[in-house]
């Protein structure tokens, strides 16, 4: 009863947080202009994702007190959750050049890894593959990689937040088929964090999240999916598959750019995400479509893969093709 209610508050200050931040930002006009790279049309109030950030850390240590969240885990989210949005925070408040900002994801890479261990075994058609210290490497390349795609993901109204919200929601619905139940807590804790500040941020949005919060929303849920990967094997594969909107359309559009010679940190509006949005005439569509896709496509598959139904390559080759040939449809990494 005391985690309900934990979560509860945690949704409701979260929700506070967020129109404090936005009541801050209209009174000493820090607003996001619109320019030739933005999706948005009407300066809009910065920074929310503050408030899903402080909402989401005060909280871990009461659910840690009250027996629902292990104390490695704790830290680890702690810690480098923290680490992750004090950057992105000095980011959208003053630019930090690219390098040292990499240097600091990979900092709070090795946060995580000095608390929770590289890639556990996993399971590759019916074997198990321990990775070692190579597994090490590959997970800190993974967390940097989730955080600095969710910030560029986080391009439209809503587009984060729901994703959040969806890969949360569909991971604690995994623990609890697997036979997982205690594991669910600080998953519903982010969804409901995530919560507070969406009903702010849903089209049109009327505060954005800055990299503060998605930055720290793809640390937050790379660290998740690590431990869900160390609790059962399957879900590593299933995890992947619930974050396929975001992996793909972000690799893509990458991997486009460099193949095209362009600078990959510099701002532009290629998502594929971004081109649907012009195409279809808004940004809620594109928001709504990413939480059919979310609910109605990649959560039955990562069900499969937890239940053993399906082998975990195997169902994320089914689960990304559709994607990748939905992110060469809306032209992802072509410029407009």
Do not use: K
């Not at 640390?219 to 594969?237: N, R």
């Amino acid at each position: 009863m005391m985690v309900l209610g934990l979560l509860a508050a945690t949704l409701l200050l979260s929700w506070g947080l967020t129109a404090g931040v936005r009541h801050y930002a209209l009174t000493r006009s820090l607003l996001d202009m619109p320019n030739a790279r933005s999706s948005h049309s009407v300066p809009t109030p910065r920074g929310g994702g503050v408030a899903i950030v402080l909402a989401f850390l005060v909280a871990l240590p009461v659910l840690a007190l009250l027996g629902a969240l292990e104390a490695p885990l704790m830290w680890a989210l702690l810690g480098a959750g923290a680490w992750i949005a004090m950057l992105g925070f000095l980011d959208d408040h003053g630019h930090i050049a690219a390098r040292w900002r990499l240097l600091g994801h990979f900092v709070g890479a090795a946060w995580v890894l000095f608390w929770l261990g590289g890639m556990p075994s996993i399971e590759v058609f019916g074997g198990h593959l321990d990775l070692g210290w190579i597994g090490y490497g590959l997970v800190a390349v993974g967390l940097v990689w989730l955080l600095n795609l969710y910030n560029f993901m986080d391009g439209i109204d809503g587009i984060a937040s729901i994703e959040a919200i969806c890969v949360c929601m569909g991971g604690a619905l995994l623990y609890w088929l697997g036979g997982h139940t205690g594991m669910i807590w600080p998953l519903l804790l982010l969804a409901l964090a995530v919560a507070g500040f969406f009903y702010w941020n849903f089209p049109p949005a009327r505060i954005f999240m800055g990299d503060a919060g998605s930055g720290f929303l793809g640390m937050v849920l790379g660290i998740l999916a690590l431990q869900a990967a160390w609790t059962m094997p399957e879900l590593f594969w299933a995890w992947l598959i619930l974050l396929g909107v975001f992996v793909v359309d972000a690799t893509a559009t990458l991997l486009h750019r460099l193949l095209h010679g362009e600078r990959i940190y510099e701002a532009h509006r290629s998502h594929a995400y971004q081109h649907a949005a012009r195409r279809l005439g808004g940004h809620l569509p594109v928001t709504l479509a990413v939480a059919g896709i979310n609910m109605l496509w990649l959560l039955p598959l990562a069900i499969l893969v937890t239940l053993g139904g399906l082998e975990g390559i195997l169902g994320l080759l089914i689960a990304y093709i559709p994607l990748l040939l939905l992110a060469r449809s809306f032209s992802a990494g072509t410029a407009e």
